[in-house]
């Protein structure tokens, strides 16, 4: 017995630190706090043997839940489609659509709080704890929907009273960038709410006469030189994408817009 005595004091020892009860593992660790519910909070979970790499992971968590680079790709693109088509206005409007959501989600990002940290005696490893209060983000959303919405509505009215082609297919271009975006932070409000936010406007109705609005847009592509072929198809099929009647080559007939380029090649200097 005197032989297993020291023994079993060892193991009991040795299962006090293990637990360590001035150091309890918390219980977002495992995914869920009783603090934090998911009722009103989205939470993120980030490990790492530095704590700083936990807590950007944690942070980054959250991030993953909302389409930010989606949104801003999508806006981008339609800025290059336009860019191409040579309608300046444009342009600058995709590129105002794409800030204004980049905005919404930087400040719903910025929201995101560490609130706790934890290290594991054993492993060393660093758990960090991110929150974002979903009635903060469901503010910020909806504000910026609403927003949208009533632009919309301008614009509509603007397309409806158009006489002339071109700003009857600016306002339908303008509406087609508005929907996109629109649908984006919905997506992500339903995220946060599960219900997302009414559209006040038949949207497939409007889009669709926005389309056929855009439709009506003749452009043609014309470019010489070296590998010309290829990108004018590839121009081209950019805008018919966007749903514009775009054309390679010279323009056959009458166009409201007709794209003219030279291109230029010459060998790629290298160093040995």
């Given amino acids: ?66 389409s930010a680079d ?12 336009t860019r191409q088509s040579g309608a300046k206005d444009e342009n600058s409007f995709s590129q105002s659509v794409a800030n204004s959501v980049e905005t919404v989600s930087r400040k719903i990002l910025e929201g995101v709080e560490i609130r706790e940290t934890w290290q594991d005696d054993a492993s060393r490893v660093w758990y960090a704890l ?3 209060d979903k009635t903060k983000a469901v503010s910020s959303i909806s504000d ?4 949208f919405d009533g ?30 975006a629109r649908r984006a932070l919905e997506s992500d409000l339903r995220v946060l709410n599960g219900k997302g936010m ?5 949207e497939a109705a409007v889009q669709a006469l926005a389309a056929r609005a855009v439709s009506e847009l003749d452009v043609a592509v014309d470019v010489s030189g070296a590998k010309s072929r290829e990108v004018e ?27 003219v380029g030279e291109l230029e090649t010459s060998p790629m200097e290298t160093t040995e």
Wanted: hydrophobic content about 45%.
């Fill in 1 to 66: 017995m005197k032989k297993i005595i020291p023994l079993v004091v060892a193991l009991c020892a040795a299962g006090a630190w293990a637990a360590n009860p001035k150091n309890p593992k918390p219980d977002w660790v495992d995914g869920s706090s009783a603090e934090f519910s998911r009722e009103s909070f989205l939470t993120g979970v980030g490990t790492s043997d530095d704590r700083g790499a936990a807590e950007d992971r944690a942070r980054g968590e959250i991030s993953r839940i909302f």
């Fill in 70 to 81: 989606v949104k801003v790709n999508t806006a981008a693109e339609a800025k290059e489609i």
């Fill in 130 to 132: 991110a929150v974002l």
């Fill in 144 to 147: 910026k929907i609403a927003d």
């Fill in 151 to 180: 632009q919309v509505k301008q614009w509509y009215a603007q397309m409806a009273q158009a006489a002339d082609k071109l700003p009857r297919v600016k306002a339908g271009m303008k509406l087609l960038a508005i929907f996109k």
């Fill in 198 to 202: 009414p559209n006040p406007v038949d």
């Fill in 233 to 259: 198809t590839g121009v081209v099929k950019g805008l018919n994408g966007f749903g514009i009647q775009a054309v390679a080559g010279p323009a056959r007939g009458p166009a409201d817009i007709i794209v």
